[in-house]
């Protein structure tokens, strides 16, 4: 059992808090936002993540997760603290540190004996020993500490799974003896570690987010050729996925990338390349086409309800940036629903747990209680986000309640053969549709 402290109690901190006291830690886990932690005292997530809140609540009545607003009360017996405070994208796309910062001042004015500061924000190459520096600098006494980079690599709606199966753990520090702790507190997880320097972790979390990135914006760019030439991108996926070096994952076509990690991350990096002098086209083309996929949903929607939106009723099936989550931070939904709203379309959206904050946000779009209402009077339907539960729609039902049965599924969730058969008119990303008689054919 350790002593563990985690700072901040957003996605990451409190996925991490959570496992490393379902793991038999002792964790507090501290958050300047009282109401927040007022919530957590009380038992209640403030954020969705399937099975979190049930692991909260069994932690906390084993004695082992707590929540404080207070760092002196965290750091008290704590040998470790976690960094997991958010790093928004600046102006410039550049990662915002001014909640870093002021964790690092709290940790050193409240610290007052030996301290392993471990980053888990994903913060620009360098900030390990900027952050250092912050503890030094604000330090009333020197005391003892060492700061270590442990960049998280789960993911939203599975952030659990993915903390306790970890492909890998990277630890790097200046200090080998901090590391070399900080890995041993991931020794129950069974998982390979790599221990590196400070900046080589640093840049192994950029690198990994941009390649994954890189991999959807490419079979992006596939999937828009393969529509000229008469392919099927998921095929296309499948037949390049069964090789190893190549890997079947992220290779899912679609409307490209959103949340809270891809887009700010790719950004910071090319930001960084390009502050030290580097010209990042790569990255440059990726942030790109991810932006394209988002017109091409509108041109599709234009395209099939007789060239003008102006006045047309189109129907958004799901808003949150990926299914199993609540979160709408960057989602194509939100920006398609935008960009259908300048063109004067009047956007309906459903989604499953994500309508509140999609209303909060854009407070023109309408909601509905369920798909059937949404169908009602739509000239257009879009699947932005694949929740299962629009998979298994009684299609026949909707078409029968829309005015035009137009329906541009953003992430091929459908058959095109069957959606032809039901007489919908349907696009795919990077799907066409061809007749068995062979006759190419997307209307
Ligand atoms: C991502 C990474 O997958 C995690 O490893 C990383 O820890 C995390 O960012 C982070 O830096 O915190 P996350 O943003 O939760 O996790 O979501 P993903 O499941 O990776 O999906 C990101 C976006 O890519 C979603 O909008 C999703 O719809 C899209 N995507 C994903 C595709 O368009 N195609 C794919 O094949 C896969």
């Known amino acids: 059992m350790r002593n563990i402290a985690v700072a901040g109690t957003g996605y990451v901190g409190l996925s991490t808090g959570t496992c490393f006291a379902d793991m038999g830690n002792r964790v507090t886990c501290i958050d300047i936002s009282e109401e927040k932690i ?23 009545r084993g004695g082992r997760l707590h929540f404080t607003t207070s760092y002196e009360e965290a750091l008290e017996d704590a040998e470790f603290i976690f960094i997991c405070v958010g790093t928004p994208s600046g102006v410039d796309g550049e990662a915002d540190l001014q909640y870093v910062r002021m964790a690092a001042e709290s940790v050193a004015k409240s610290m007052n004996h030996p301290l392993i500061v471990i980053n888990k924000s994903t913060v620009p190459v360098g900030t390990g020993d900027w952050v250092a520096d912050i503890i030094k600098r604000s330090q009333p006494e020197p005391v003892e500490f060492a700061v270590v980079s442990c960049p998280e690599f789960t993911r939203e709606g599975s952030a659990l799974h993915d903390f306790m199966n970890p492909d890998r753990v990277v630890v790097g520090s200046r200090n080998k003896e901090a590391a070399e702790k900080v ?6 997880l069974r998982a390979r570690i790599v221990i590196t320097d400070l900046r080589t972790a640093e840049m192994i979390k950029y ?3 941009a390649f994954l990135a890189t991999k959807i914006s490419f079979i992006n760019e596939i999937a828009v050729i393969c529509e000229k030439l008469g392919a099927d991108v998921e095929e296309v996926a499948m037949g390049m996925g069964f090789d ?3 890997g079947g994952q992220f290779l899912n076509a679609g409307l490209g990338y959103g949340g809270s990690c891809f887009p700010k ?18 990255l440059r083309a990726v942030i790109d086409i991810n932006r394209d996929m988002r017109r091409w ?12 939106l102006d006045g047309k009723r189109v129907g958004v099936l799901g808003l949150a940036f990926k299914p199993n989550t609540d979160d709408i931070r960057e989602s194509p939904a939100l920006e398609i629903t935008r960009m259908l709203q300048n063109e004067g379309a009047l956007v309906t959206g459903y989604d499953p747990v994500a309508m509140k904050g999609a209303g909060k946000s854009n407070p023109e779009l309408r909601l509905a209680e369920d798909p059937y209402e949404l169908a009602e009077g739509a000239d257009a339907l879009i699947v932005c986000t694949e929740w299962n539960e629009f998979k298994q729609l009684d299609l026949t039902r909707i078409k029968s309640l829309m005015v035009q049965p137009v329906l541009v599924d953003g992430r091929n969730i459908y058959d095109p053969t069957i959606m032809h058969e039901l007489g919908f008119r349907y696009r795919a990303v990077g799907r066409t549709y061809s007749e068995p008689n062979g006759n190419g054919n997307d209307q």
């Open 38 to 60: 007022n919530m957590l005292n009380q038992g209640e997530s403030p954020i969705y993540e399937p099975g979190l809140s049930e692991m909260i609540t069994r932690n906390v």
């Open 183 to 188: 890995a041993q507190l991931h020794l129950p």
């Open 207 to 209: 690198a990994s987010n």
């Open 244 to 246: 190893r070096r190549i």
């Open 265 to 282: 991350d790719v950004k910071a990096l090319a930001h960084m390349a390009l502050v030290h002098g580097s010209h990042p086209s790569l």
């Open 297 to 308: 949903a509108v041109f599709n929607i234009r395209d099939m309800v007789g060239g003008k």
